[in-house]
Nanobody, 120 residues
Framework: QVQLQESGPGLVKPSQTLSLTCTVSGDSITTKYYYWSWIRQPPGKGLEWVGYISYSGTTSYSPSLKSRTSISRDTSKNQFTLQLSSVTPEDTAVYYC????????????WGQGTQVTVSS
């Protein structure tokens, strides 16, 4: 059973950098052909894809967030990390990490989500 768990601060001040870590168990983040993703849901809105880091370490980001986003990984800890810089209140959301299975074209495992609020 694959499990994902988000961790990080729940409150971030405007202009600072949001940093969240997803710890994965039950699978290696280097297993072909999975893409380890970050997805968020602002209050009252739908899901928004933020980006991913692939099994091989390549990354892809949402065009609207690309200039502020970085996703990295620590294979020794089986973790991947989201950093979103220069945050504003519009970045307030529930942030999810998820595994995308390219073979089945679906997100097959999700973390429970973590609320991040941007406020002074």
């Amino acid at each position: 059973q694959v499990q994902l768990q988000e961790s990080g601060p729940g409150l971030v001040k405007p202009s600072q950098t949001l940093s969240l870590t997803c710890t994965v168990s039950g699978d290696s983040i280097t297993t072909k052909y999975y893409y380890w993703s970050w997805i968020r849901q602002p209050p009252g809105k739908g899901l928004e894809w933020v980006g991913y880091i692939s099994y091989s370490g390549t990354t892809s980001y949402s065009p609207s967030l690309k200039s502020r986003t970085s996703i990295s990984r620590d294979t020794s800890k089986n973790q991947f990390t989201l950093q979103l810089s220069s945050v504003t209140p519009e970045d307030t959301a529930v942030y999810y990490c998820a595994r995308y299975a390219s073979s089945w074209v679906t997100y097959d495992y999700w973390g429970q989500g973590t609320q991040v609020t941007v406020s002074s």
